[in-house]
């Protein structure tokens, strides 16, 4: 199977909007092709839409953004991408015929995976060219932030699609969740149906309203579940000896009537009262008002998992992790060359980055110098091993002095030299330049402090660690630029 630089998508409408945003972000071409031409001013809008929260998810270096296009011609996006997601309406016979069509320009070597949300991969590739490069690969909405992604294979589905597919949503920050073996709904619409099916018996029953129900989950479960899944939690529910417990407690419930999982009838009274009760909850909020609201905690609450490398957040943590390292290596690679100075970041500022005089805003200052630190001490071995093993750098002291202003989309770079090193401290200055003019637009001197973070105490660092950033100060000693004595 091929790498993937540019993700093809087939229907454009709420879930191909949200792949857009989220393979250009990582750093993907995205190849747009819908049946409707006024899709393009739509997905452009959903794509600009997701980047406001989008930008917030990660501060960890990005590649630069991916290029989108879009096209009514669905057979030219099949012969131009290395990747095929199809997104169209929920119909069987459609997707069968749709999928069949591009199937034949699309090379073998392309994997094409259907977004669909509970149709089975043996009838959706029956009639394709070259179907064992096919699967499922069911997103949720917003695709752009919810990381995961459950990937299906049908009776003809290869191992090596699904490997690819699972190596290229990782790329892009999900969580590919390998499906065993298909089955109507997959995993995850199958436990929110019997959910749904309950609700609409409730309210049907005016046993409670639309709010009420989801009260009973935003308030309870619904905390736990962020990070914990009913397995795991009931485990907890059993006290010192687990799920055997809760399972002998709880069994006999099993033998009551506390659900009807055959769904009630969608009479006219029933959907009234679905939409005035969810109404009700909107409280006069439009859709996009509520998205954003969404949007917002959904960032909110990744972050807050990524400390305790769980859930989303441990999905957050490795995508980070590699982001970091991926720097690092470009940056490797110039110390390597002997490149002088080293010019171990290159960046440009984004559009939320600007403060209300419309330049960089004084905290980006710093973790664009931290970015740099970052991939300086990883070429020196502090990388999440090292930090793992109880031993780190602390910032001890940074003086940053600003020389001239950088604008919204203003490509920079930064260069650095290694100033001093003993057993226990490392100083640094970065230079902060502006690539159009190499103007020097700020600088940075930092003190860094070798700590045993158990105790929180300095120590000595690594002999190896201390080497290698000692050949750098030596290296950096004569260097005698400007921007050196700033
Ligand atoms: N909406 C969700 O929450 C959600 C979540 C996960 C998966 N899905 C699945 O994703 C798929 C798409 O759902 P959606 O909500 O984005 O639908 P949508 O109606 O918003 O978008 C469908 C798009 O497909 C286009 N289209 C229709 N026929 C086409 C064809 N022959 N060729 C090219 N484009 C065509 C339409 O013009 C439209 O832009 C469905 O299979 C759905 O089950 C939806």
């Known amino acids: 199977m091929r790498r993937v630089r540019t993700l093809g998508l087939l229907g454009t409408g709420v879930i191909g909007g949200g792949w857009a945003a989220r393979a250009l972000h990582f750093g993907i071409d995205v190849l747009a092709a819908d049946l409707k031409p006024e899709m393009e001013e739509w997905i452009r809008g959903a794509v600009a839409n997701a980047e406001a929260s989008l930008a917030r998810l ?195 419930c099993l033998q009551w009537p506390w659900t009807k999982l055959e769904a009630p009838e969608l009479s006219e009274a029933l959907i009234d009262k679905m939409v005035a009760g969810t109404q009700a909850q909107a409280a006069g909020r439009s859709i996009r008002e509520l998205e954003r609201l969404r949007d917002d905690y959904l960032v909110a609450i990744q972050q807050v998992l990524k400390p305790y490398n769980i859930g989303a957040g441990a999905t957050l943590r490795a995508l980070e992790e590699r982001l970091y390292e991926a720097a690092a290596a470009g940056a490797r690679a110039r110390i390597d060359a002997a490149d002088q100075p080293l010019r171990l970041v290159e960046t440009y500022v984004r559009p939320e980055w600007i403060d209300y005089n419309g330049h960089m805003t004084d905290s980006r200052y710093l973790q664009v110098f931290g970015d740099a630190t970052d991939a300086l001490f990883r070429y020196a071995g502090v990388d999440d091993g090292y930090r793992r093993s109880g031993r780190a750098m602390y910032t001890v002291e940074t003086h940053v002095t600003h020389k001239a202003e950088a604008r919204a989309l203003e490509p920079l770079y930064v260069t650095t030299r290694v100033l001093e090193v003993d057993d226990k401290r490392v100083r640094l200055l970065h230079s902060l330049h502006r690539r159009r003019d190499e103007a020097l637009v700020a600088s940075a001197r930092q003190l860094y402090l070798h700590v045993n973070t158990p105790p929180g105490k300095a120590s000595p660092m690594e002999a190896g660690v201390r080497a290698r950033l000692a050949v750098l100060q030596a290296a950096h000693a004569s260097d005698q630029t400007e921007d050196r004595r700033s």
């Open 58 to 252: 990660t501060l960890a270096p990005l590649p630069p953004k991916g290029k989108l296009s879009f096209t009514t011609d669905l057979q030219a996006m099949a012969r131009q991408a290395d990747f095929i997601q199809e997104n169209i309406p929920e119909q069987l016979e459609l997707k069968q015929r749709v999928l069949a069509a591009v199937s034949h320009h699309a090379p073998a070597d392309v994997v094409i995976a259907s977004s669909t949300s509970g149709l089975m991969p043996s009838d959706l590739q029956r009639d394709m060219v070259a179907p064992e490069r096919f699967l499922v690969a069911h997103p949720f909405n917003p695709v752009y932030l919810l990381p995961l992604v459950e990937l299906v294979g049908g009776r003809q589905t290869s191992t090596a699609a699904l490997d690819a597919a699972s190596t290229f949503f990782t790329y892009i920050g999900m969580h590919a969740l390998r499906v065993r073996r298909e089955v109507p709904g997959h995993l995850t619409d199958r436990l929110q149906e019997a959910l749904w099916r309950e609700i609409l018996h409730m309210v049907n029953e005016d046993v409670a309203t639309t709010g009420e129900l989801d009260d009973s989950i935003v308030y309870g479960p619904g905390l736990r579940w962020a990070a914990m899944g009913t397995n795991l939690i009931y485990h907890l529910a059993g006290g010192e000896s687990g799920m055997r417990h809760m399972l002998r407690q709880f069994g006999p």
